[in-house]
């Protein structure tokens, strides 16, 4: 028993002096991290930078100093200095370092003494700083900036000598919100005080609506007789209406007018006799085939017929456009006072008996276009009188060849492989087209009158200036 005795005690020195090593080490080492607590440990960023062992209130005058330090601004090539007192801002040391504070002492004190015991730094982590600025300043500034040194996309420049369009250019823009987090991330950054302001980059307009206009206004304005240009986007809805109160004579496209009415009329498909006749007053510019067209919308009685078409028309809200007697006939009844022959600012010497304008005739063509896609101002005023078959085959009787001896006109303008459905026409002194065209880049509507009231126009004349707005219009929604 004795022998074991010995041993036992000198185990149980040893145990306690083991404890009283580890208690002793565990003070030393709490004693050493309560010392730690007023410094910043080395894993732990305050604004952008670390400040190894260094006392906090030591730590918040460096930040402080770098602070006050300009940053810079950098739009593209040019380099702004910022004065952070120039948009108000403050940083406030006292809650900055109070925070940090809370964050050794409180926070994390447990987790990092632990991590002290083992001769580990605590767990690296960012602290925020107490800072703010003016955000109307700092805006103003960019404001300044973005007047300064922006260069907008500039939109396509009209040349109507050439009738072309000028492509646009790309500009750039200063993007205000989206630079406003960077600035304020460099302010508040002790080491990174650079900032990349957000440039917008924009890509070169599209021609719009307004230069296509102002092209074809040069281009008129080179004509020295009375015209008008009805142009519309039947995708966008988007328009130039260039003279519309201006009545002229009806000519040939009112047979559009009467093809649309037969086809109200129709119950089924045309028989053959009528077919013909259709094709005739088209093709052919039959206007003896227009008459019997008139005859039957008017149940066998062509003045009927024309009184019928009118009232028809005044319906659809097409107030310029009327008949008052059949191709190549008289009457003793008056014309009607439209708004159109009303504006004594322009006399095209239109015939009484038949009248219309750009206007109503564009607004007819897209009247069909929309009722051959199941909608539209035909189908709603007429309802069933109209399917969207019918109005397709007013669009393909008006694809046919032009009459005889008529120049392209609108068609010329046109690239070999673009469909146009179209009705060209004209007398001594007017010339005029109304065309639907349907495009890779949309489908429009066009019409076009010139008129020399005083004199003879020549078709090879009206024929130039109607083939360059066809051009213009054609290039505006097929861009090269």
């Given at each position: 028993?004795?022998?074991?005795?010995?041993?036992?005690?000198?185990?149980?020195?040893?145990?306690?002096?083991?404890?009283?090593?580890?208690?002793?080490?565990?003070?030393?080492?709490?004693?050493?991290?309560?010392?730690?607590?007023?410094?910043?440990?080395?894993?732990?960023?305050?604004?952008?930078?670390?400040?190894?062992?260094?006392?906090?209130?030591?730590?918040?005058?460096?930040?402080?100093?770098?602070?006050?330090?300009?940053?810079?601004?950098?739009?593209?090539?040019?380099?702004?200095?910022?004065?952070?007192?120039?948009?108000?801002?403050?940083?406030?040391?006292?809650?900055?370092?109070?925070?940090?504070?809370?964050?050794?002492?409180?926070?994390?004190?447990?987790?990092?003494?632990?991590?002290?015991?083992?001769?580990?730094?605590?767990?690296?982590?960012?602290?925020?700083?107490?800072?703010?600025?003016?955000?109307?300043?700092?805006?103003?500034?960019?404001?300044?900036?973005?007047?300064?040194?922006?260069?907008?996309?500039?939109?396509?420049?009209?040349?109507?000598?050439?009738?072309?369009?000028?492509?646009?250019?790309?500009?750039?823009?200063?993007?205000?919100?989206?630079?406003?987090?960077?600035?304020?991330?460099?302010?508040?950054?002790?080491?990174?005080?650079?900032?990349?302001?957000?440039?917008?980059?924009?890509?070169?307009?599209?021609?719009?609506?307004?230069?296509?206009?102002?092209?074809?206004?040069?281009?008129?304005?080179?004509?020295?007789?009375?015209?008008?240009?009805?142009?519309?986007?039947?995708?966008?809805?988007?328009?130039?209406?260039?003279?519309?109160?201006?009545?002229?004579?009806?000519?040939?496209?009112?047979?559009?007018?009467?093809?649309?009415?037969?086809?109200?009329?129709?119950?089924?498909?045309?028989?053959?006799?009528?077919?013909?006749?259709?094709?005739?007053?088209?093709?052919?510019?039959?206007?003896?085939?227009?008459?019997?067209?008139?005859?039957?919308?008017?149940?066998?009685?062509?003045?009927?017929?024309?009184?019928?078409?009118?009232?028809?028309?005044?319906?659809?809200?097409?107030?310029?456009?009327?008949?008052?007697?059949?191709?190549?006939?008289?009457?003793?009844?008056?014309?009607?006072?439209?708004?159109?022959?009303?504006?004594?600012?322009?006399?095209?010497?239109?015939?009484?008996?038949?009248?219309?304008?750009?206007?109503?005739?564009?607004?007819?063509?897209?009247?069909?276009?929309?009722?051959?896609?199941?909608?539209?101002?035909?189908?709603?005023?007429?309802?069933?009188?109209?399917?969207?078959?019918e109005c397709a085959q007013i669009i393909d009787l008006l694809k046919q060849n032009p009459p005889p001896g008529q120049p392209p006109f609108l068609r010329g303008g046109l690239p070999a492989e673009a469909s146009i459905a179209h009705r060209p026409a004209g007398?001594?002194?007017?010339?005029?087209?109304?065309?639907?065209?349907?495009?890779?880049?949309?489908?429009?509507?066009?019409?076009?009158?010139?008129?020399?009231?005083?004199?003879?126009?020549?078709?090879?004349?009206?024929?130039?200036?109607?083939?360059?707005?066809?051009?213009?219009?054609?290039?505006?929604?097929?861009?090269?």
């Amino acid at each position: 028993m004795f022998t074991w005795s010995r041993p036992r005690r000198a185990w149980r020195r040893l145990r306690v002096l083991g404890i009283v090593a580890v208690v002793v080490y565990v003070i030393i080492q709490f004693i050493t991290f309560q010392l730690s607590l007023s410094r910043l440990p080395a894993t732990w960023i305050v604004a952008g930078k670390t400040y190894a062992d260094v006392p906090i209130d030591s730590a918040m005058q460096q930040l402080t100093g770098d602070l006050q330090q300009p940053i810079v601004l950098h739009y593209f090539t040019q380099s702004i200095a910022l004065q952070p007192r120039a948009i108000d801002f403050t940083f406030d040391a006292d809650l900055t370092a109070q925070s940090i504070r809370i964050a050794r002492t409180e926070n994390s004190a447990l987790t990092d003494f632990l991590r002290h015991l083992i001769f580990q730094p605590p767990a690296p982590r960012e602290i925020p700083i107490v800072a703010g600025y003016s955000d109307e300043k700092a805006r103003a500034l960019l404001t300044d900036l973005s007047t300064r040194y922006d260069q907008p996309a500039r939109p396509p420049v009209p040349q109507p000598d050439s009738m072309t369009l000028v492509p646009g250019q790309p500009g750039f823009q200063l993007n205000i919100v989206q630079s406003m987090p960077p600035i304020e991330a460099a302010l508040k950054s002790a080491v990174d005080r650079d900032v990349k302001l957000v440039i917008d980059h924009q890509p070169a307009p599209r021609p719009g609506i307004d230069q296509l206009s102002q092209l074809i206004i040069g281009r008129l304005a080179l004509f020295p007789g009375n015209s008008s240009v009805f142009l519309k986007d039947l995708q966008t809805g988007h328009e130039i209406n260039l003279n519309p109160q201006v009545a002229y004579s009806g000519l040939g496209l009112m047979k559009i007018a009467i093809l649309t009415e037969v086809f109200r009329k129709l119950d089924q498909s045309p028989d053959i006799t009528l077919t013909q006749r259709l094709t005739s007053t088209l093709g052919l510019d039959n206007n003896f085939a227009a008459n019997a067209l008139l005859g039957f919308i008017g149940e066998n009685n062509i003045p009927n017929g024309v009184k019928v078409l009118t009232a028809s028309l005044r319906n659809l809200g097409l107030v310029n456009t009327f008949m008052t007697a059949a191709y190549g006939e008289t009457t003793t009844l008056p014309s009607p006072v439209t708004p159109a022959n009303s504006n004594a600012a322009a006399n095209t010497r239109a015939d009484p008996a038949i009248q219309t304008t750009a206007t109503d005739m564009g607004l007819l063509l897209e009247m069909i276009y929309q009722c051959s896609h199941s909608g539209g101002t035909l189908m709603v005023v007429y309802p069933g009188r109209f399917t969207p078959a019918e109005c397709a085959q007013i669009i393909d009787l008006l694809k046919q060849n032009p009459p005889p001896g008529q120049p392209p006109f609108l068609r010329g303008g046109l690239p070999a492989e673009a469909s146009i459905a179209h009705r060209p026409a004209g007398n001594a002194g007017t010339r005029a087209d109304a065309a639907l065209t349907s495009s890779p880049g949309g489908d429009y509507v066009l019409v076009v009158f010139l008129n020399l009231p005083n004199q003879g126009l020549d078709a090879n004349i009206a024929n130039t200036v109607m083939t360059d707005i066809s051009r213009a219009a054609y290039d505006y929604f097929n861009p090269k």
